[in-house]
């Protein structure tokens, strides 16, 4: 009886020892990337357009299009830029030991050591999520072979819904916009698993509304230097620092 006992216990100990988890795909891989990948790719050029569409019963009520533009050479070297409908709102250039940064087309404030620059790159730059974070758990991926992207291997998917099962369809609530239906395909590069590039449209609904997202990226001349020179910060004038400097207090 004990014998047979202990024989059990080192069967099962045998066998959940053996058990490993399923290595981890590409497609599942690139849902997890930061910036650190993407810098993985050296110089290149990437623009990202997002354009949201609302609907409510089959006509346009509002549409806005949002594009994040990246030239990037290395972490002292890069130049980010976030545009809606084609008017800059935010920008960032780090080059030649400066950083700098603006909103919309004000004037230029230096970033002493560049850390919130890198920093703005670092926390923005992910078009993907913005466009598609309400679907981030239901997307499918379809492998649809190999390619070639700028010269480097990529895979090629296709993009599909997952569907519900019964008991988060009963879940469902019609009040708030909830994803319908995407579709499209994205290239990924098999080195970083890094999106070399994308042409997605998801379709969101609720009772009354519906939300259209169209999602475009690309990037190009991977491994070619970019063009990025230092933005003219404004002059001070010596007064001009004499008014920022703390008053002292009058003697009471």
Avoid at 35 to 61: K, N, Q, W, Y
Avoid at 188 to 210: C, N, Q, W, Y
């Amino acid at each position: 009886m004990i014998i047979g006992l202990v024989l059990i216990l080192l069967l099962v100990g045998c066998s959940s020892g053996d058990e490993t988890e399923a290595p981890a795909t590409i497609e599942s891989v690139s849902q997890e990337i930061t910036f650190d990948s993407v810098a993985r790719l050296g110089p290149h050029h990437g623009v990202a357009d997002i354009t949201r569409i609302e609907m409510r019963e089959g006509t346009a009520v509002r549409e806005t299009t949002e594009s994040i533009d990246v030239a990037w050479n290395s972490w002292t070297s890069f130049h980010f830029q976030r545009l809606v409908e084609g008017s800059p709102t935010f920008e960032v250039i780090a080059h030649d030991g400066q950083a700098s940064s603006r909103d919309g087309r004000g004037p230029w404030r230096s970033d002493l050591d560049g850390e919130m620059a890198r920093m703005d790159v670092y926390t923005k730059w992910n078009a993907w999520d913005e466009a598609l974070g309400s679907f981030r758990d239901r997307i499918t991926f379809e492998d649809a072979g190999e390619t070639v992207v700028d010269g480097r291997p990529a895979r090629r998917f296709k993009v599909g819904l997952a569907q519900l099962s019964e008991r988060e369809q009963r879940r469902n609530n019609d009040r708030r916009l909830m994803p319908h239906r995407i579709e499209g395909e994205v290239l990924l590069d098999k080195a970083t698993a890094v999106r070399l590039r994308a042409s997605i449209e998801a379709i969101e609904k609720k009772i009354g509304l519906t939300r259209k997202t169209v999602l475009s990226i690309r990037r190009t001349g991977i491994g070619e230097a970019q063009a990025i020179s230092t933005p003219q910060l404004p002059v001070s004038k010596p007064g001009d620092q004499l008014r920022r400097l703390p008053t002292r207090p009058t003697p009471q």
